[in-house]
């Protein structure tokens, strides 16, 4: 009995069993969201140290697969208080009119070997922009750890506008990584 037990907790958390699907959430201490762009020819680093998902994810079941996340923007951090503080002005995210990011899933395709298609609608600053999320779905542990990097423009969802819209300065391509550890 033990041994079957064992067996069928180590199915579980290699997600092999058919009925294994439920909702996840973020663990945060395990988890990251970054992103780099280039301002004068130099590359800069921020990080978003608040932020949610809750999943919903079966690969035997992606038509019913959910992904739903919230970044906090008053937490982006650039190792600069003058840059922090910029960048949540007006001109850029203007996080006193929209203090959130908000990331949902309308779809997620197979591409074979735990990698996945993300689509879905990105907004931010009030603008809702479709995009495509690579996706690599590992384990560390029992945990399952989704993770991976896309490209966007800056300049499509409005951040960095006014004098700041021309790309010649800050360039319009941010790249964005993330590592999230989901916890049943």
Not at 66 to 84: C, F, G
Not at 134 to 150: E, I, K, N, T
């Amino acid at each position: 009995m033990k041994q079957a037990l064992s067996c069928c907790a180590l199915s579980w958390a290699l997600g092999l069993m058919p009925g294994w699907a439920q909702a996840e959430s973020l663990d945060p201490a395990h988890s990251e969201l970054h992103f780099y762009g280039t301002q004068l020819g130099a590359q800069v680093e921020g990080t978003f140290h608040n932020f949610s998902a809750n999943l919903h994810f079966d690969p035997n079941d992606l038509p019913h697969s959910t992904v739903h996340m919230t970044i906090d923007l008053n937490s982006v951090d650039l190792a600069s208080e003058e840059s922090e503080d910029a960048i949540k002005g007006p001109h850029w995210f203007h996080v006193a009119a929209f203090p959130q990011a908000l990331f949902d899933a309308t779809e997620i395709r197979s591409l074979g070997q735990n990698r996945y298609l993300v689509l879905g609608d990105l907004k931010i600053k009030g603008v809702s922009r479709h995009l495509q999320i690579p996706m690599q779905m590992s384990y560390d542990h029992s945990l399952r750890v989704a993770q991976g990097q896309f490209m966007l423009r800056r300049t499509m969802f409005n951040v960095g506008d006014g004098t700041w819209a021309e790309t010649d300065t800050v360039k319009d391509d941010v790249v964005v990584r993330y590592r999230l550890t989901l916890v049943p």
